[in-house]
């Protein structure tokens, strides 16, 4: 235990270095993945034909590639195109683009979730299709959208591990760095996955947070 | 003021309208009776273009009723719809509710919305609930802010889509009396409705639907106290004595 300790006030210096790659990737990629999700979810209820069936097909795709493949994709093949991006940058595109999937469907699931009644209501005082949704249907969609979504976001904090595959030193990277120079497995990896858990479990206090809240209701 | 040419509507296979031809005119307050599933509410969707309609035409103050171009916007604005379930906005005020359309569609003044939006719950007898939400009010209390943010649209007319039938039998009388006010001062209304004293005591005009078609219309005195058509009789038979 007193060795462990030790070890810990040596490393964890270096692993917070990681720690810090992995809040940027995380952060970044779910600001993404929002934005991109919320297009994708309303381009697929606008009713428009072309614009359901495009992202419709868009979401399949995403979600029929893993995401280390993915990453793989736009950090070593895209810049045979032509766009050179750093690693962090394909990071948090890649991570971001992956999960805008199921942002997409989870914003889905909580539009549809809404009453008839209450478009009908916004259309019969003149409101137009993205007034309703703006004023009217997104605010209530909202309390049905977040406990899944603080969900993902917890997927997300652990999914950006994945990034050290194409070089990003977040903190599973870090950790690996560590653990094959010094050899001390047990010790770095206990501390890696003790801060992914500090990590994590504001989320999971704020999921509850938003469960409660929706339930309420 | 309303016009209605030779509606016709069908779901699917099923023909609910079939061929419909009425007219409101301005402040006439006409009552659209029939049994369920007979097309009343259909009617009042396809006015205001919350359902297409396939042949004929529909025309508010001349202008044609299509539910996929964006005039319909401008028709909305002005001729108001009230449901059957209230549809309120559960997330808003009741204030709130009735300055939606003000402040968001006609891009009132924000003042100048509350004030008048104040002014219309306290004429629906709902002044002391303005910040109250809906799921907090009682479907009487709940209708008449629907029917004040209706009237915020100040629209021609108004749509009623059997506006007291979710109701509690002792909370209809509050209704029935803001839209018989309504009436009184002159608001152009179309009701679809089973409450035949209201039909009888407020409606100008009485349409008995059936099957898609109009069976009888007429004076609502006239229509009600003496139909002419068997099934307009036994309609009312049945309505007014269930046993």
Not at chain 1, 12 to 29: F, N
Not at chain 1, 39 to 56: K, P
Not at chain 1, 145 to 168: C, E, F, H, R, W
Request: hydrophobic share 50%; aromatic share 6%; proline share 4%.
């Amino acid at each position: 235990m007193q060795k462990f300790f030790h070890d810990a006030v040596e490393f964890v210096p270096i692993l917070l270095q990681g720690v810090w790659l992995t809040i940027v990737v995380t952060v970044g990629s779910l600001a993404l993945s929002t934005v991109l999700g919320l297009v994708w979810a309303l381009m697929r209820v606008s009713g428009i034909r072309i614009l359901v069936w495009l992202s419709a097909a868009l979401i399949n795709v995403i979600r029929g590639i893993p995401i280390i493949v993915l990453l793989f994709y736009i950090y070593f093949v895209m810049p045979d195109f032509g766009i050179a991006l750093s690693a962090l940058q394909a990071a948090i595109i890649g991570l971001g683009i992956a999960y805008s999937a199921y942002q997409a469907e989870n914003f889905r699931a909580g539009i549809e979730a809404i009453d008839k009644g209450q478009i009908e209501a916004a259309q019969t005082i003149g409101m137009g299709w993205w007034l309703t949704m703006r004023r009217v249907v997104l605010p209530q969609a909202v309390r049905i959208i977040l406990p899944p979504y603080g969900n993902i976001m917890i997927m997300m904090l652990k999914d950006s591990s994945q990034a050290s595959t194409i070089t990003v030193a977040e903190l599973a990277l870090q950790g690996k760095l560590i653990a094959s120079s010094t050899f001390k497995n047990t010790s770095v990896f206990t501390l890696v996955a003790l801060m992914y858990l500090t990590m994590s479990i504001p989320l999971i206090l704020l999921v509850r947070h938003f469960e409660n809240k929706a339930n309420r209701k | 003021m309303i016009e209605l040419n030779d509606v016709h509507k069908s779901f699917g296979k099923v023909e609910v309208l079939k061929g419909i031809t009425a007219s409101v005119a301005k402040s006439e307050v006409v009552c659209i009776i029939g049994p369920s599933g007979s097309g009343k509410s259909t009617i009042l969707r396809c006015i205001n273009g919350l359902e297409s309609y396939d042949r004929g035409e529909i025309s508010v103050e001349g202008a044609r009723v299509d539910s996929n171009d964006r005039s319909i916007v401008a028709i909305r604005t002005q001729v108001s719809m009230v449901f059957q379930r209230f549809n309120l906005f559960p997330h808003r005020t009741a204030l709130e509710n009735v300055i939606e359309g003000p402040l968001y569609v006609k891009k009132e003044p924000h003042e100048q919305a509350i004030a008048r939006g104040r002014a219309l719950l306290a004429q629906v007898g709902l002044a002391d609930k303005a910040e109250v939400h809906p799921p907090k009010l009682s479907g009487g209390q709940q209708q008449r802010v629907a029917i004040a943010r209706a009237l915020a649209m100040q629209p021609k007319a108004i749509l009623f889509d059997e506006p007291t039938s979710a109701l509690d039998p002792e909370l209809v009388g509050d209704v029935l009396s803001v839209m018989r006010k309504l009436a009184d001062d002159g608001m152009t209304m179309v009701v679809v409705t089973h409450e035949m004293g209201f039909a009888r005591d407020v409606a100008d005009r009485v349409l008995f639907i059936d099957g898609g078609v109009i069976v009888e219309q007429g004076a609502a005195k006239s229509v009600l106290n003496q139909p002419q058509h068997p099934r307009t009789q036994d309609f009312l038979r049945r309505v007014l004595h269930p046993l």
